[in-house]
């Protein structure tokens, strides 16, 4: 069943990075993101997931953009991800977001690092 909530999107990062008990610190520089951005994109209370922690996922853990989003795996986007380099991420999923939820997009993902 697809889900594009915050919660769940922010529940599949959690399940990835540690489960409900994540060591935000540790986790955070394993990623190589700011510790405020995966706090937020992690929260159980109000999720706010950023694209920057998304694409530090897909790239250290070598998920499918498309289940991290919607829970939903999609091997096509999976292939695409994988041959994307580090830089070329956060574009590549800004875009993967306007075309799997036209109606949310921004809505659903934060854009930028809370900090920039």
Same mark, same amino acid.
């Given at each position: +069943?697809?889900? !594009?909530?915050?919660?769940? *999107? &922010?529940?599949?990062?959690?399940?990835? *990075?540690? #489960?409900?008990?994540? %060591?935000?610190?540790? &986790?955070?520089? /394993?990623?190589?993101?700011?510790?405020? =951005?995966?706090?937020? =994109?992690? !929260?159980?209370?109000?999720?706010?997931?950023?694209?920057?922690?998304?694409?530090?996922?897909?790239?250290?853990?070598?998920?499918?953009?498309?289940?991290?989003?919607?829970?939903?795996?999609?091997?096509?986007?999976?292939?695409? +991800?994988?041959?994307?380099?580090?830089?070329?991420?956060?574009?590549?999923? %800004?875009?993967?977001?306007?075309?799997?939820?036209?109606?949310? #997009? =921004?809505?659903?993902?934060? /854009?930028? =690092?809370?900090? %920039?």
């Amino acid at each position: +069943m697809r889900d !594009d909530s915050k919660a769940a *999107i &922010a529940a599949r990062i959690r399940g990835l *990075i540690g #489960g409900q008990e994540v %060591n935000a610190p540790d &986790a955070a520089k /394993r990623l190589r993101v700011d510790e405020v =951005s995966l706090r937020i =994109s992690i !929260d159980e209370l109000a999720p706010y997931p950023t694209v920057d922690v998304i694409a530090a996922v897909v790239r250290e853990y070598g998920v499918d953009p498309t289940w991290l989003l919607v829970g939903e795996y999609d091997s096509n986007t999976h292939r695409n +991800m994988a041959d994307k380099h580090t830089g070329e991420l956060p574009l590549a999923i %800004n875009h993967l977001i306007d075309r799997i939820t036209p109606h949310r #997009g =921004s809505e659903t993902i934060r /854009r930028e =690092s809370p900090l %920039n």
